[in-house]
Protein backbone atom coordinates (compact mmCIF):
# COMPACT_ATOMS: atom_id res chain seq x y z
CA UNK A 1 0.00 0.00 0.00
CA UNK A 2 1.63 3.46 -0.80
CA UNK A 3 1.71 6.03 1.98
CA UNK A 4 3.04 9.84 1.31
CA UNK A 5 3.76 11.24 4.37
CA UNK A 6 4.60 15.64 4.32
CA UNK A 7 6.67 17.70 6.56
CA UNK A 8 7.92 21.00 6.88
CA UNK A 9 5.20 23.32 6.55
CA UNK A 10 5.43 26.34 8.62
CA UNK A 11 4.04 29.92 9.05
CA UNK A 12 7.43 32.08 6.91
CA UNK A 13 7.26 35.67 6.02
CA UNK A 14 6.84 37.29 2.49
CA UNK A 15 10.13 36.54 0.68
CA UNK A 16 11.15 33.67 2.79
CA UNK A 17 11.97 30.29 1.72
CA UNK A 18 10.70 26.71 3.19
CA UNK A 19 11.34 22.74 2.09
CA UNK A 20 8.63 20.33 2.13
CA UNK A 21 9.28 16.87 1.83
CA UNK A 22 7.49 13.83 0.87
CA UNK A 23 8.62 10.21 1.99
CA UNK A 24 7.35 7.70 -0.12
CA UNK A 25 6.51 4.30 0.98
CA UNK A 26 4.86 0.68 0.29
CA UNK A 27 6.39 -0.11 -3.06
CA UNK A 28 9.29 0.73 -6.22
CA UNK A 29 8.76 4.26 -7.55
CA UNK A 30 10.86 3.62 -10.56
CA UNK A 31 7.67 3.88 -12.57
CA UNK A 32 5.94 6.57 -10.75
CA UNK A 33 4.97 10.22 -11.04
CA UNK A 34 4.98 12.29 -8.01
CA UNK A 35 3.83 15.95 -7.82
CA UNK A 36 2.94 18.14 -5.52
CA UNK A 37 -0.73 20.17 -5.02
CA UNK A 38 -2.01 22.81 -2.87
CA UNK A 39 -5.35 24.35 -1.91
CA UNK A 40 -6.03 27.37 -0.17
CA UNK A 41 -9.21 28.14 1.55
CA UNK A 42 -12.50 27.97 -0.60
CA UNK A 43 -10.29 27.03 -3.81
CA UNK A 44 -9.75 23.91 -5.25
CA UNK A 45 -6.57 22.38 -5.50
CA UNK A 46 -4.16 23.04 -8.20
CA UNK A 47 -1.37 21.69 -9.54
CA UNK A 48 2.11 23.28 -8.69
CA UNK A 49 4.61 20.91 -10.00
CA UNK A 50 5.75 17.13 -10.99
CA UNK A 51 8.65 14.93 -11.31
CA UNK A 52 9.01 11.67 -12.89
CA UNK A 53 11.06 9.86 -10.84
CA UNK A 54 12.86 7.86 -13.36
CA UNK A 55 14.72 10.51 -15.19
CA UNK A 56 13.75 13.32 -13.07
CA UNK A 57 12.25 15.34 -15.64
CA UNK A 58 9.94 18.34 -13.77
CA UNK A 59 6.67 20.30 -15.00
CA UNK A 60 5.54 23.36 -12.88
CA UNK A 61 2.76 25.88 -12.73
CA UNK A 62 3.04 29.24 -14.12
CA UNK A 63 2.53 30.69 -10.66
CA UNK A 64 5.59 28.74 -8.94
CA UNK A 65 8.04 28.47 -12.19
CA UNK A 66 12.01 30.48 -10.59
CA UNK A 67 10.53 30.68 -7.70
CA UNK A 68 10.13 26.61 -6.14
CA UNK A 69 12.29 24.05 -7.30
CA UNK A 70 10.93 19.70 -7.30
CA UNK A 71 13.50 17.07 -6.49
CA UNK A 72 13.79 14.05 -5.33
CA UNK A 73 16.28 11.69 -3.51
CA UNK A 74 15.78 7.72 -4.62
CA UNK A 75 17.94 6.16 -1.50
CA UNK A 76 15.32 7.94 0.65
CA UNK A 77 12.56 7.56 -1.44
CA UNK A 78 11.59 11.22 -0.80
CA UNK A 79 10.58 14.13 -2.87
CA UNK A 80 11.52 17.35 -1.79
CA UNK A 81 9.98 21.07 -2.73
CA UNK A 82 11.90 23.90 -2.10
CA UNK A 83 10.34 27.19 -2.34
CA UNK A 84 12.00 30.45 -2.38
CA UNK A 85 10.35 34.06 -2.70
CA UNK A 86 7.20 32.81 -1.24
CA UNK A 87 4.15 35.27 -1.28
CA UNK A 88 1.13 35.13 1.00
CA UNK A 89 -0.86 33.64 -2.01
CA UNK A 90 1.19 30.60 -1.79
CA UNK A 91 -0.61 30.20 2.03
CA UNK A 92 -2.47 26.79 1.48
CA UNK A 93 -2.27 23.23 2.69
CA UNK A 94 0.36 21.28 0.27
CA UNK A 95 -0.15 17.88 -0.59
CA UNK A 96 2.06 14.88 -2.02
CA UNK A 97 0.55 12.80 -4.54
CA UNK A 98 1.59 9.94 -6.83
CA UNK A 99 0.28 8.09 -10.07
CA UNK A 100 1.97 6.27 -12.64
CA UNK A 101 4.02 6.73 -15.80
CA UNK A 102 1.95 10.04 -17.28
CA UNK A 103 3.32 13.74 -15.65
CA UNK A 104 -0.59 15.42 -15.46
CA UNK A 105 -1.37 18.25 -13.80
CA UNK A 106 -5.11 17.09 -13.26
CA UNK A 107 -6.05 16.37 -9.61
CA UNK A 108 -8.20 13.53 -10.20
CA UNK A 109 -5.39 11.79 -12.12
CA UNK A 110 -3.57 11.03 -9.12
CA UNK A 111 -4.09 7.80 -7.35
CA UNK A 112 -1.93 8.67 -3.78
CA UNK A 113 -2.20 11.07 -1.79
CA UNK A 114 -0.30 12.41 1.61
CA UNK A 115 -2.59 13.81 4.17
CA UNK A 116 -1.05 17.98 3.80
CA UNK A 117 1.23 20.10 5.27
CA UNK A 118 -0.03 23.49 6.15
CA UNK A 119 2.18 26.72 4.95
CA UNK A 120 0.99 29.90 6.03
CA UNK A 121 2.76 33.38 4.24
CA UNK A 122 2.49 36.30 5.85
CA UNK A 123 2.91 39.91 4.48
Known amino acids: QVQLVESGGGLVQAGGSLRLSCAAS????????MAWFRQAPGKEREFVAA????????NYADSVKGRFTISRDSAKNTVFLQMNSLKPEDTAVYYC????????????????WGQGTQVTVSS
Open 26 to 33: GRTFFNYV
Open 51 to 58: IRWNGGST
Open 97 to 112: AARLYQMTTGRTTYDY
